[in-house]
């Protein structure tokens, strides 16, 4: 559907998310690149990579290379790294650690779905027209193009800046 949608210029009302549009780009995720998506996973990570390293050493924070998940129904301990359980987090892993966090989270958990939505966008398009959209617009330029702009016209503005020669605003 978005792939028609910009075959055909027809605006949605479809804002992508900054962190999808560099996935369907193949481009790595950051940090910085989860900051919107995620604020509070974004804020504590930025505080782990801030502290004092000895701070972070006297394992203060409780962290391994692993997390839980909760749905409604369960809880599961999603490994980051083989025996990630009993890898502490520390001053001098600390910064592996947020990575593989952010890939995890941003990445991995959902490359199905991804990969799902790339394929559905090439089954409409040539991967080389693909290729070129999400490496050369920026994600600001496709929303626009799902979305329009999110001004609102304003005939009246328009009537104010306008210079009328050979006849009157209300001439037909």
């Known amino acids: 559907m978005i ?4 075959m055909h ?6 804002v992508f998310d900054r962190v999808f549009f560099l996935q369907l780009a193949g481009k790595d995720i950051s940090l910085e690149d989860i900051r919107d998506a995620d604020p509070t996973l974004y804020s504590s990570s930025k505080h782990i990579l801030e502290m004092d390293p000895e701070t972070v050493d006297q394992d203060i924070l409780s962290l391994t290379f692993a997390y839980d998940v909760e749905d409604l129904w369960s809880r599961t ?3 980051l790294c083989p025996n990630g359980k ?5 001053s001098k892993n600390r910064k592996e650690y947020v990575n593989l966090l952010i890939q995890h989270r ?3 958990s959902i490359a199905s779905q991804i990969a799902h939505f790339s394929q559905g966008f090439s089954d409409i398009t040539t991967s080389s027209i693909k290729t070129f959209l999400f490496w050369s617009l920026y994600l600001e330029d496709l929303d626009k193009m799902l979305d329009g702009s999110g001004t609102v016209i304003s005939v009246e503005d328009w009537k104010a800046h306008t210079n009328y020669n050979g006849y009157e605003e209300n001439d037909h």
């Open 9 to 14: 210029k027809i605006q949605i009302g479809v």
């Open 3 to 6: 792939a028609l949608a910009l």
């Open 86 to 90: 009993y890898i502490v987090v520390n």
């Open 77 to 79: 301990t999603v490994k």
């Open 106 to 108: 941003f990445v991995t």
